[in-house]
């Protein structure tokens, strides 16, 4: 029995797949090219963040990164360059996290150093008493 080919379907579904991934291209253009709001919200709630754990004085450099990188994407984004003000942002929130991070560690440092001259202080009271 010979088999019996519809070339005219083959190629409608070739059509057809073109056609869904060029719609998927164009849709992905659409949506990288939307002002990325929500991103520099998010960087400033971040940096917000990094100031009240202590980022000014703890991690300045990277806390003044983060301002700076948000200020440029703000600009970024009246300047309607929206790849670059969501990269900025990004950035932004990256350095704005490190700062928080390393303000709260140092913060954790300096805690557990006064526990341990506490700790120091009450062994040689307690030597002193005992002798």
Same mark, same amino acid.
Not at 36 to 42: F, G, K, N
Not at 76 to 85: G, I, P
């Given at each position: 029995m010979m088999e019996t080919?519809?070339?005219?379907?083959?190629?409608?579904a070739v059509l057809w797949i073109g056609a869904v991934v060029s719609a998927s291209i164009l849709m992905a253009?659409?949506?990288s090219n939307q002002a990325?709001? #929500?991103?520099?919200? $998010?960087s400033k709630a971040a $940096?917000?963040? #990094?100031?009240s754990s202590g980022g000014n004085e703890y991690a300045p450099t990277q806390l003044k990164s983060a301002m700076d990188k948000l200020d440029a994407a703000e600009k970024?984004?009246?300047?309607?360059?929206?790849?670059? #003000?969501r990269q900025l942002a990004e950035q932004a929130e990256v350095d704005a996290k490190l700062a928080g991070?390393?303000?709260r560690s140092m913060k954790a440092q300096k805690a557990a #150093?006064? $526990?341990q001259e506490d700790i120091r202080v009450l062994r040689h009271e307690i030597e002193r008493?005992?002798?």
């Open positions: 080919t519809y070339p005219l379907k083959s190629n409608h253009g659409c949506v990325p709001t #929500a991103q520099i919200a $998010v $940096v917000s963040n #990094a100031m970024a984004m009246a300047d309607k360059n929206y790849d670059l #003000a991070a390393m303000a #150093a006064a $526990v008493t005992t002798k």
